[in-house]
């Protein structure tokens, strides 16, 4: 028995270890890497792990559970309603339209109209973990296609739960297969009672779980947080999930809709981030084990026998979702041009497809080739996105919408601006507006090509692109120009654009922005001298007016924010001189002993008299004094 | 009636002894508008349209400071060049400021024994306000003897007190045109115009 685990996770881990950098270096993704890590341990190739993968995804499955109750966790209120027109309408339309397009093509090839439903709704969705994460490589988060694609990947990753809610009322034939995520031991304890007890049952349990994550979980996490001792906290965490889901089996509803639920009522928490940073590696882990699970259960016989049927299908689904998808960029008002990024990113299906197959499954709406079929589709839809988002990228993109510069009149001379701005978002486009109201010449970057479209469109010399590529800064005039400014909103990317300068422009003045205390110690490792902290002088004005509302003289407040400010600046450098920065610290441990240092240090900050000469204490002391030694002076 | 207009330029009134006290005494009344320059300008930025009307809308302006240095804090000297513009306060269109009168309340550290020709600082209190007379014959209005706390650092409460009655009985007379012209250009200090309160000198 232990013999056989170890074996099992020796096989596992390994093909995950061998195959998931392996696809992330060749830009596949780590999604496909396991399921490519699946097949190579699966019985079509070396039949290291069997028949027992089915039973393998049962468990695996949990790490779909542990996602949902994350996906909650992070659904905020206030992050909702901003995007709401972008969830509701933009997401929203996408998964309707797109279901209905599928059903209706899927009832052309002869599947029954709840089949085909449950093949709609499944394949509208696309997957979040490939999406997001090459947005976020390709750094265009925030650009109007990066926040559409976000909005929509919310819409459909809330769409999951009432879609595993409907489908057991698509079943054609009687349940066959028990769903197994479920508790494996009991029954529920709704078999058998009156339907009017079995909802109340099912109600009662709800609220009780909104109640009890309210009121009992909160303190519980605070007892166990003040134990100090991680390994219980995660515990905890991992209690509250298993918990859940237990409990969902009981009444005979999803687990992953409880842990859903669970994560909703524990997103306005204190502990939201310990509780994602404790899951998240379990959850990723689990998600992994059972993409490997997939590969593995691909039967590739059957996929043989029907590779036609399975090219057209990809096909068929990039095509439809693409233009569904362009046609709501349209109606939404994209760019041409984050239009065509936007709707070729999220061709593929989604990773929740093969959670949906394997359920629809048990419950006996698809039949066993079917969904084997369409789970190759879905791998397959995956693993073209890469190559479909760099053939947009080299053959659809230079011939629409923005170019990476502006098409000119020949015979303009094209003059070199003195300024550079790398980064048109708030930070930038202010710095931008208050140079152009005062006549300074300057040239704009940036990765977002609506907004490269707009500041051209203002008469502006705007560049299109990615502001660390040395033929982009060449093309700006960063060999003419005397300053660049830096305003870019990624750490990271700022970093790289410096070192690319440093080596290619080395006559160009750096200012650089940074978004806070530590940022701006990696900016002075990098030999900047000209940082801008983005809360620093914000924070002090808010300080000032403070002070000047208790009663303090305004005057007074400002000096002595501007000499805080000064203080604070040279502090930062006495503190990056001794700290270590090989340490590795988690990010809000880091911050915290941030804080601590600075406000250690902060003891040495001596708000005395800086001013003496405005002081007449002294003198006045002086001029008694002296009246006494000599009373007729 | 007169409208008074007080300019007051303090850059540190929370250390301020005999200012803080001045203050106290300025009569709260419509027609005596104090204007705070370090609090309504404290990054030196002076908005020199509201100021401008300011001047317009009273008739007799005063410059109220401590006297650094023989002359005034850095923000009134500001405030005079940015205010008393070319073809506005002076030059040969410039009428804006014609008839109003002007005085400084001013404190200083040296006695009035100090500001004697004689004296330690060689030079009466009126020779050492000689710019701020000039720059009002420029822009041709009518310069007033000073307002003037001396000796500071001697001072005690009372005493201090004492001034500050009689700075507010000086502004509400001045309001009421209850002195004459020819009566203040006489006197050397404005001070001198005001009798004493019996109350106030413990």
Known sequence: MEHSFFYKALVFLGAAVLFVPLAKKSGLGSVLGYLIAGVFIGPSVLGFVGAEGQDIMHYA??????????????????????????????????????????????????????????????????????VLQTMAEKELMRTSAGQSAFAVLLFQDIAVIPMLALFPLLATTDILHKPTTDAHDAGTWVDGQPAWLHAAIVLGTIAAVIVVGRMAVRPLLRLVAKTKMREIFTATALLIVVGIAVLMGRIGLSPALGAFLAGVVLANSEY????????????????????????????????????????????????????VLFLLGKVFKMGTEQNFIFSFSLTQVGEFAFVLFSFSFQQGILSQETTSIMTAVVAISMGLTPLIILANEKFILPRVGTGETEERPADEIDEKNPVIIAGFG???????????????????????????????????????????????????????????????????KRLEMIETIKMNFPNIHMLVRSANRYDAYDLMNAGMLHIYRETLDTSLRVGVDVMSMLG??????????????????????????????????????????????????????FTGESDLSWDPDKLIEEVRASIQENPLQ | ???????FAHPVLEKSRVHKRLLHYIPQQTGITLNDLYENYPDFDIDVKREQELLLAHDIIIWQHPLYWYSAPALLKQWQDLVLEHGWAYGKNGYALKGKKLFNVITSGGSLQAYQREGYQQCTINEVLKPYERTAEICRMTYLPPFWVSGTHKLELPQINEYGHKYGQLLLRLRQESLKDEEMMQASCLNDLIETSENNLA
Not at chain 1, 68 to 93: D, M, N, Q, T, V
Not at chain 1, 446 to 471: E, H, I, P, Q
């Open chain 1, 552 to 605: 303090f003289r305004k005057y007074t407040a400002q000096r002595l924010a501007r000499n805080f400010m000064r203080y604070d600046e040279a502090n930062l450098k006495r503190l990056s001189a001794i700290r270590n920065p090989d340490e590795y610290v988690v990010e809000a441990r880091k911050y915290m002993e941030e804080i601590e240092a600075t406000l250690q240090s902060d003891r040495q900050y």
């Open chain 1, 426 to 492: 708030h930070f930038g486009s202010t710095i931008g507006r208050f140079l152009r109201a005062n006549q300074i010449p300057a040239t704009y970057l940036d990765l977002d090509s609506d907004r490269v479209d707009t500041v051209r469109k203002m008469g502006l010399k705007a560049f299109y692109g990615d502001a660390s590529r040395v033929d982009l800064l060449q093309a700006a005039g960063a060999d003419k120009a005397k300053i660049i400014v830096i305003a870019i909103s990624s750490p990271e």
């Open chain 1, 272 to 323: 939201r981030h310990e509780l994602e940073s404790d899951i998240e590696p379990f959850k990723g882990l689990l998600l992994g084990v059972f993409f490997i699970a997939v590969g593995a259960s691909i039967d590739f016989g059957l996929v043989s026998q029907h590779l036609k049927e399975i090219i057209m299908w990809v096909l068929i689904l990039i095509a439809v979702k693409a233009l």
């Open chain 1, 61 to 130: 499955e949990f790490g779909v559970v542990m996602m949902l109750f994350l996906i909650g966790l992070e659904l905020e209120p206030e992050l909702l309603w901003k995007l709401r027109k972008s969830i509701l309408g933009l997401g929203g339309l996408q998964v309707i339209v797109s279901t209905i397009f599928i059903a209706g093509i899927a009832m052309l090839f002869h599947f029954n109209w709840q089949q085909a439903l449950a093949l709609g709704m499944i394949l509208s969705l696309s997957s979040t973990a490939i």
């Open chain 2, 1 to 7: 009636m007169r409208k008074i207009l007080i300019i």
